[in-house]
C-alpha cells in the first residue's frame, strides 16, 4: 500500500531534521546505504504468456491488519569528500481497512510509530482502487520536539485505468498542504505543494511468496520555503529528487515492498547556509501476518 508518497516523504525529510534527530548523536561516516537486497529476499522471475498480455494494478481492501516494518537510513551535511552525519532508524506501521462508500474505495487508517523518536503519526483517507485520494480525513506527525501537519491532500489515480504490460509508463499528480512547527523552526500553511510522478512498470520478482509487479517511480521538487527559524525568518530553496521501487502483488492489490532514495540540496541567502542530504527508507510487509 502506498503510503509514504513523495510529497509527503521530502517534507518529512526537513521535519525529522528540525525536529526529530536534533536529539540523537549522529556521527560522520562515508556515504553508503544498506543494500536493499538485506532486507527484501527478492527473485527476478520472467512473466508468463497471460502478463505478457498485460496486467490490472488495482489496490483491494485487505480484511485484516496488515504491518510494515520501515528501516530509514539518512545522511545530512555531506561534504566534498562525501561523507556526512549518518542517522537511522527502525519504525512499525499498521494499516486498518474500513469499508468505503463502494465496492471500488475503501478507508485507509495509518498508523506509524518510532520508539527511538518517540514519535507517532496517523493519517486517515478514502482510496479509491486506483489510489486515488477521495477524501482526505486528517494527517500529522508528532514527536516531543515538533509537529508536522497535513492540512490537505490530493493525489490523482496512481494506477491507469486500462491493462499495463512491461515498459509502458505513465504519470500522475499528488498535492497536499503542510504546517511544520518545532521548537527550532516552523512554518505556515503555504501551497500546495505539487510534483508530478513518472512510473513505469519494469519487470516482475517474487518477494515473499507473493508474485510482484516492479514498478519504479521518479520525481523532481523545485521550490521556496519560507521558515521561521529562532524568531528569524528564512527563506530556503528546496531542491529533492526522489526515486522509488515498489514490489506490488498485482493479484491481491497490496504493496509487499518499497525503496525510496531522496537527494534533497538546500540552500539560503539568509544566513548563507546550504546543505545536500541523501536518504533511503526499505519497507517491507511483514511476513508473519495474514494479509
Not at 510522478?197 to 516492479?214: D, I, M, W, Y
Request: proline share 3%.
Amino acid at each position: 500500500m502506498k503510503n509514504y508518497k513523495l510529497v509527503l516523504f521530502a517534507a518529512l525529510m526537513v521535519f525529522f531534521l528540525s525536529a526529530g534527530c536534533t536529539s540523537f548523536k549522529m556521527n560522520l561516516k562515508p556515504v553508503s546505504f544498506t543494500p536493499y537486497s538485506k532486507l527484501i529476499k527478492f527473485k527476478k522471475i520472467e512473466p508468463n504468456e497471460q502478463e505478457k498480455n498485460g496486467i490490472l494494478l488495482r489496490l483491494y481492501q485487505q480484511n485484516k491488519v496488515i504491518v510494515y516494518t520501515d528501516f530509514m537510513e539518512l545522511y545530512t551535511h555531506i561534504n566534498e569528500d562525501d561523507n556526512g552525519l549518518y542517522f537511522s532508524e527502525w519504525k512499525r506501521r499498521k494499516i486498518t481497512f474500513s469499508p468505503g462508500l463502494s465496492i471500488d474505495d475503501f478507508e485507509l487508517k495509518t498508523i506509524t510509530e518510532s520508539s527511538q523518536l518517540n514519535e507517532v503519526s496517523e493519517n486517515i483517507l478514502l482510496l479509491s482502487n486506483r489510489g486515488e485520494i477521495l477524501k482526505f480525513v486528517k494527517g500529522g506527525y508528532n514527536n516531543p520536539k515538533g509537529t508536522l501537519t497535513i492540512t490537505d491532500w490530493k493525489r490523482s489515480p496512481i494506477f491507469p485505468e486500462k491493462k499495463v504490460k512491461i515498459g509502458d509508463a505513465w504519470k500522475y499528480t499528488e498535492q497536499m498542504k503542510l504546517q511544520l512547527k518545532s521548537y527550532w523552526i516552523s512554518r505556515k500553511v503555504t501551497g500546495p505543494d505539487e510534483i508530478e510522478v513518472l512510473a513505469r512498470f519494469t519487470g516482475f520478482s517474487e518477494v515473499n511468496g507473493h508474485r510482484c509487479a516492479v514498478i519504479e517511480t521518479m520525481a523532481f521538487s523545485n521550490k521556496n520555503e519560507s521558515y521561521t527559524a529562532l524568531f528569524k525568518t528564512m527563506n530556503l530553496t528546496l531542491r529533492t529528487h526522489i526515486t522509488e521501487k515498489i514490489f506490488f502483488d498485482y493479484k491481491r492489490g497490496i504493496e509487499v515492498a518499497r525503496v525510496t532514495k531522496t537527494v534533497t540540496n538546500s540552500f539560503t541567502k539568509d544566513m548563507s547556509y546550504s546543505d545536500m542530504s541523501k536518504s533511503q527508507m526499505i519497507s517491507v510487509l511483514k511476513v508473519n501476518r495474514r494479509n
